[in-house]
């Protein structure tokens, strides 16, 4: 299938235009996030993230009335998924000191109820977990079951025959869930999931983050190099450099501007700047590949004509290869859940970037290149 076939566009008598353009979108990005910043997942930053699941669609700012005074500090909230589901965020990484007694209150009442006057002894105790033990090991068993029904994250210590003792994992979901059930009785909900990273991991892979996006741009730039002219890597890895720049400032300017899309920067944003830039190098390396071949063939012809040529003849792959990636891209969006989302967002915006860049960043730089120079270009 083919389109675009015969087209001759001049693109790069636009290029001072789109330059503006990548200007004002730079500008715009940097301007954000100077004064609005960005909004690191617990991944980079560190603390928990719950996850609930409620039976019936929940109203959000009611929710965060409702564990404003709870003592966790500042909760961020969000809608997970559909319209029963609530993200928690909170920089706690444990439950603060002064709630963890009334905590395990609340577990000992429990006990209590489910088996009335039974003998237990509370041996050891962490900062996110008490360990119990009972009089024999039928006792924990069973305990250890009801528990775990009644939305504990309790546990046997070791699957021993003679094993008396229970450890139960004591969170921030844990007190939520005991003000939350009691101020919302008509709607049950459950803990689909809470993760917590401690402030050092968090940095870690921030790091690791940032150097993983630049050795991925230094290796592009050695390879394409080699294959074709330096100014033509430089070119790309310019283009490259453009889109991922282009695509953080875009997370600053709307983050919380679209309901339901969770612009945080995480490990799976990450993986969207590197698919990006996957996506983005392949498509400029088409051009270039077909703008060595023209200049093999037509030696005498301006640069400013091969380039626009070469631009030309390869739109139509372009076009295609863009359009069926989209679709698969814009399929994630809307149907591929909250954990997608971000990242089909990104990839989307990345194709459109990347296509953009291709032509009037890494094909106009080599052409400013080859004006400023006057030097030939010859493979």
Not at 3 to 28: C, D, M, P, Q, V
Not at 178 to 202: A, H, W
Not at 302 to 319: A, C, D, G, W, Y
């Amino acid at each position: 299938m083919k389109i675009f076939e015969h087209i001759n566009y001049n693109w790069l008598g636009k290029r001072k235009f789109f330059y503006a353009l990548s200007t004002t979108l730079f500008l715009l990005g940097l301007v954000n996030v100077i004064f609005r910043g960005l909004k690191f997942g617990i991944d980079f930053k560190g603390g928990t993230e719950i996850i609930l699941q409620f039976q019936r669609p929940v109203n959000i700012s009611n929710i965060r009335k409702q564990v404003a005074d709870i003592g966790l500090g500042t909760l961020e909230l969000n809608t997970f998924g559909s319209q029963t589901g609530v993200m928690v965020l909170t920089e706690l990484q444990n439950i603060p000191r002064n709630i963890y007694p009334r905590v395990i209150e609340h577990i000992n009442n429990t006990i209590d109820q489910i088996m009335p006057g039974v003998p237990k002894k509370i041996i050891d105790s962490t900062e996110n977990s008490v360990t119990y033990q009972f009089a024999n090991p039928d006792t924990t068993n069973v305990m250890v079951d009801k528990l775990f029904k009644a939305g504990f994250q309790a546990g046997k210590i070791s699957e021993e025959p003679t094993n008396k003792k229970m450890i139960v994992k004591v969170g921030i979901s844990d007190w939520l869930k005991i003000n939350l059930r009691n101020k919302m009785k008509d709607n049950s909900f459950t803990v689909l999931k809470e993760d917590f990273v401690g402030p050092k991991v968090g940095r870690e892979l921030k790091e690791d983050a940032v150097i993983a996006v630049f050795l991925s741009l230094v290796v592009i730039l050695v390879y394409l190099g080699f294959r074709f002219k330096f100014i033509f890597a430089l070119g790309a890895v310019v283009a490259l450099f453009h889109d991922v720049l282009i695509t953080v400032g875009l997370y600053s300017i709307l983050y919380g501007v679209i309901p339901g899309l969770n612009l945080q920067i995480d490990l799976t944003v990450v993986a969207a700047f590197l698919t990006l830039v996957g996506y983005s190098v392949n498509d400029t390396v088409i051009v270039f590949d077909r703008v060595r071949e023209n200049l093999k063939i037509h030696k005498t012809t301006p640069l400013f004509e091969v380039l626009n040529k070469s631009i030309n003849q390869t739109m139509s792959r372009t076009i295609l290869t863009a359009g069926t990636t989209m679709i698969s891209v814009l399929v994630l969006l809307f149907f591929g859940g909250e954990v997608l989302r971000a990242f089909a967002f990104t990839f989307a915006f990345g194709i459109v970037t990347g296509t953009y860049s291709s032509i009037f960043i890494a094909s106009a730089l080599v052409l400013e290149y080859v004006n400023k120079t006057h030097k030939k270009l010859e493979f």
